[in-house]
């Protein structure tokens, strides 16, 4: 589930993903559901909101909700992670779904071998990887504004110096 068109073919052509929903454009439940016919098992939830919502409606039984961001909620004076809506949380107690904050320190134990792991995967091609680059620390601002409002593709990344 993303924002633009490009996101959705980046996905499907590059990434290896069976299908992809640009919520601007779709109906996001009726395309999860034309997607996903018996339902998601696994939800990595680094939205939040209205989309996180609907993708839990669809959840099934005894599944599950990595949350890792909520970027539709950053700008919000609210508790993090954000409470759901009565009715989601009702459908989440009622269906068994766990819902579990992943943190990166919380596994720093791991780093290591986890880089060592991730980077062999980028070699071998397991591990697909998308990166959006602006040169210069003086567009800093502008890199981050974009990657906020959804302008990157992959990781925003700026290169300070080569």
């Known amino acids: 589930i993303c924002g633009t068109d490009e996101k959705c073919n980046v996905l499907v052509s590059e990434m290896g ?15 999860l559901h034309k997607f ?6 696994v939800y990595f939830d680094n ?25 539709s909620q950053y700008n919000k004076d609210m508790q993090y992670p954000p409470p ?10 009622s269906r068994n779904i766990t819902r579990e904050r992943f943190l990166v320190l919380n596994y720093m134990e791991k780093y290591s071998a986890s880089t060592l792991q991730l ?6 091609g397991k591990l697909k ?13 502008a890199a981050f504004v ?10 925003q990344i700026v290169l300070v110096s080569k």
């Open 119 to 124: 980077c062999q995967w980028i070699k071998e």
């Open 36 to 41: 996903c016919l018996d339902g998601v098992d």
């Open 84 to 93: 759901l809506p009565p009715e989601v949380e009702e459908i989440r107690k």
């Open 146 to 155: 974009s990657m906020m409002s959804g302008g990157n593709i992959g990781k």
């Open 129 to 141: 990887v998308k990166e959006t680059i602006v040169e210069g620390l003086e567009n800093i601002g």
């Open 47 to 71: 939205v939040g909101g209205d989309i996180s919502d609907t993708v839990i409606r669809q959840m099934n039984s005894n599944s599950h909700i990595i949350l890792c961001g909520q970027i």
């Open 17 to 31: 993903f069976d299908a992809a929903i640009n919520y601007r454009k779709e109906n996001v439940a009726q395309q």
